[in-house]
Structure formats: C-alpha cells, structure tokens
C-alpha cells in the first residue's frame, strides 16, 4: 500500500513547481487491511483454484489453534502479554499470573567536560504478566 504527497515549490510562494512521490501507508492502515483480508482469506483446494482473486489472502490448510500446544506451535502458556486487558484473550480464558520484578537500571546520567559520563543506579518496579 502507498499514498501519493505531493508538495508546492517556487519563489516568493509561487508554486511554479510541484514535486509528486509515492511513500507507503501508515502501519496501522497497512495492519487494518491485513486483518481484513486474513479473515476472508481464500482455502485453496488445488493449484489455480479459480476462487481466488489476485488480491486474496489465501492459505491451503487451515491456521493452527494456538491455544493448545501442537507440534511446531507451543500454545499460549508461559507467553507474556503486555497489558492485562488483552491478557484474557491472549491466554485463551486460562487466566494469567502477574510477577512484579525489581530492576535495575543506569539514571540521572551527567557528562563531564571532557570526556566521560557517570550516572547514578535507580531501581524500578516492573510488573510482567504472562499465561497460565
């Protein structure tokens, strides 16, 4: 996906010039359009199957159930999430454990003239969520 930008050019304001380019789409447009197209996505019986169009997302078996482990799929248990509002869905009803972590990291950083820089030590507590 790409949008065309086009600019105006020119003395004084004049505009006596306009520049054309092509750049791409934001990455959530590009994201809502895959979304769309995943979910009527086209199962391919045979090669050339003529359902689909060239524009067509199209798969030849059917996704794996990614709540349950399978060969090459590990499910969903043990896998972080980010934020316990998309936890529910994410870890397939299972419920999630939440941890809360010290860490440790590098604050108030100074340089001095010349040439190095301290900083101090700062602790923060992060929580880190992942499925049952």
Known sequence: MSIHLYR??????SCGLRSCWRTL???ASVGRLLRSR????????RPGDPRARPSDLVH???SPDFCRPE??????QGRPCAD???????CCGRG?????????????CRFHWCCYVTCDTCESKVQLHSCR
Do not use: A, D, I, M
Not at 38 to 45: A, C, I, W
Not at 71 to 76: A, K, L, R, T
Not at 96 to 108: G, M
């Open 71 to 76: 060969p090459g799929v590990p499910g969903s």
């Open 8 to 13: 105006s050019h020119g003395v004084s304001g």
């Open 25 to 27: 789409s934001p990455l």
């Open 38 to 45: 995943y979910r009527r996505s086209v199962r391919l019986r």
């Open 96 to 108: 999630f454990e939440t941890r809360t972590l010290r860490r440790l990291q590098r604050c108030q």
């Open 84 to 90: 316990p509002s998309t936890c529910g869905r994410l």
């Open 60 to 62: 030849v078996r059917p």
